[in-house]
């Protein structure tokens, strides 16, 4: 891998993390509109994707992990099963970071659809093996397509934060 | 103090991620065997991140009844008619009520029956919802401090939201009727057919093991009936809404999406003055059609 530009200021070391942490509360903010319970959309999911190709170095995969299982605790999920799909999801993403660090937006949503599908239904094959009965798959659906949408949002208050922490002009990046 | 060599370093990053999956994969086989062994861990996440939730979430809150209340303006005209045809409705059954509390006291005298035991309530907040279709629970801001103990039933004004499952020192999981795991004992009113109400993570959870499913119509009320000695018996569930070969959906008469402040039902044996659970226009509402047959008698 490329070398990164070096990060000196330990609080922006640490922001991917952070942000990582607030993607995991707002899935479980008490939003009141009908339905979107089941159709939260999975912004840890979209700070892992972005993370990863932008700034590897600074979402460990230990991180990851933690913030994965906090989430599985906070939500009720079985144990374990988010911080795997985030793991899982991380080591994708790191394989083909290279396709998607320099390129415009269009591109790297495209990217992240590919990326949401398999991992949303990976998701919901995680949960019928662990719950031992077939779910609905309908609901999955929706839900990847919802996250998808959001997408866009979360990627641009991502890119802002990050530029403005690390002062970045262009994010670098192995070619 | 030894420092790792570069190489030996490198190494170690490079088999971090898959001893990880292989841990997350470990973790979620320990936890399907042993049910209970995250359970301590989950209180004790929910109650460190209960004050930063409480937070976060009052504004969610204010922010719905902000918009609550601007739709009330444009609907008021609209709502005054409604309200005053429920009132009158509602002042019939007041008179139906009263005759039947003093009857009931009546035969109960007769027949030296035990009185029901005292109900008190707790109210707590909702300030956590489970992001994802495959759980349905919300957190509360109460737990063991406020006197909450697993599996107490949970309300709000208009009927059943669930049950506590996981209870920590300061917030406390609840178990919503809609969820998959979630089998409430309940009886069809009308028709006094018993059933169990299995949530499958949809909106409107299914009757299984009914007595006699022809029994059951559409527009019944359903409420607990006390059976296992699992919930109150009596509290309101909700209405059927669609008679399906798998077995009728209940429509819940609590906006499950909605849910603000709840009340934790103490179905103890306290010495409190027992308090009266209120009827608010959306549970009328929503049995207005049986009401409106029942009054009209």
């Known amino acids: 891998m490329a070398a990164l530009p070096r990060v000196n200021n330990g609080a922006a070391r640490l922001l991917p993390v952070l942000t990582m942490l607030v993607a995991a509360l707002a899935t479980i903010l008490p939003v009141r509109v009908p339905g979107y319970a089941a159709l939260t959309p999975a912004f840890t999911l979209m700070a892992v994707y972005h993370w990863t190709i932008y700034r590897p170095d600074l979402l460990p995969a230990v991180a990851l992990f933690t913030v994965g299982l906090a989430e599985d605790l906070l939500t009720g999920a079985p144990v374990g099963v988010g911080a795997l799909v985030l793991l899982l999801a991380r080591a994708a993403v790191l394989q083909y970071r290279r396709y998607f660090v320099n390129r415009a937006f269009p591109f790297v949503w495209s990217g992240f659809t590919l990326l949401a ?28 397509v919802v996250t998808i949408a959001v997408f866009p949002a979360a990627s641009f208050l991502l890119g802002r934060t990050q530029r403005r922490l690390m002062g970045a002009a262009r994010l670098a990046g192995a070619a | 103090m030894i420092r790792p060599s570069a190489q030996f370093r490198a190494a170690v990053q490079r088999t971090t991620p898959p001893v990880l999956i292989l841990l997350s994969a470990a973790i979620i086989m320990l936890g399907k065997a042993d049910e209970a062994m995250f359970d301590s861990v989950r209180t004790r996440i929910a109650d460190t991140a209960a004050p930063a939730l409480d937070a976060l979430s009052w504004p969610l809150g204010a922010a719905g009844s902000a918009v609550d209340r601007v739709r009330g303006v444009f609907a008021m005209y609209q709502d005054n008619l409604r309200l005053e045809r429920e009132n009158e409705r509602l002042l019939q059954w007041q008179q139906i009520a009263l005759r039947l509390t003093a009857d009931n006291r009546q035969l109960r005298g007769l027949l030296k029956a035990v009185p029901d035991g005292a109900v008190s309530y707790v109210t707590a907040r909702v300030i956590a919802n489970s992001g994802g279709g495959y759980v349905r629970t919300v957190m509360i801001n109460a737990g063991n401090d406020a006197g909450l103990v697993r599996g ?72 607990t009936s006390g059976e296992g000695g699992v919930f109150p018996p009596g509290l309101p569930v909700g209405m059927v809404a669609a008679l399906n070969p798998a077995g009728p959906r209940v429509e819940p008469y609590v906006e499950l999406s909605q849910l603000g402040h709840v009340l934790v039902v103490d179905y103890g044996l306290s010495t409190a003055l027992p308090q009266p659970v209120t009827v608010t226009p959306h549970a009328v509402r929503r049995g207005k059609q049986v009401a409106g047959d029942e009054a009209g008698r």
């Not at chain 1, 398999?118 to 662990?130: F, I, R």
């Not at chain 2, 996981?166 to 069809?188: F, H, K, Y």
Request: aromatic fraction near 4%; proline fraction near 2%; hydrophobic fraction near 45%.
């Open chain 1, 117 to 144: 599908g398999t991992a949303m239904l990976g998701l919901w094959a995680l949960h019928c093996a662990v719950d031992l009965s077939l779910l609905d798959l309908r609901n999955t659906v929706f839900r990847t």
């Open chain 2, 152 to 223: 107490q039933a949970v309300t709000t004004g208009e009927g059943l939201v669930g049950r506590l499952t996981e209870v920590g020192s300061r917030a406390a999981r609840v178990l919503l009727i809609t969820d998959l795991n979630s089998r409430i004992p309940v009886v069809v009113e009308s028709s006094h057919v018993s059933a169990v109400l299995a949530g499958d993570n949809s909106e409107r959870p299914r009757l299984v093991y009914l007595g006699e499913s022809n029994a059951v119509k559409i527009g019944d009320r359903v409420v």
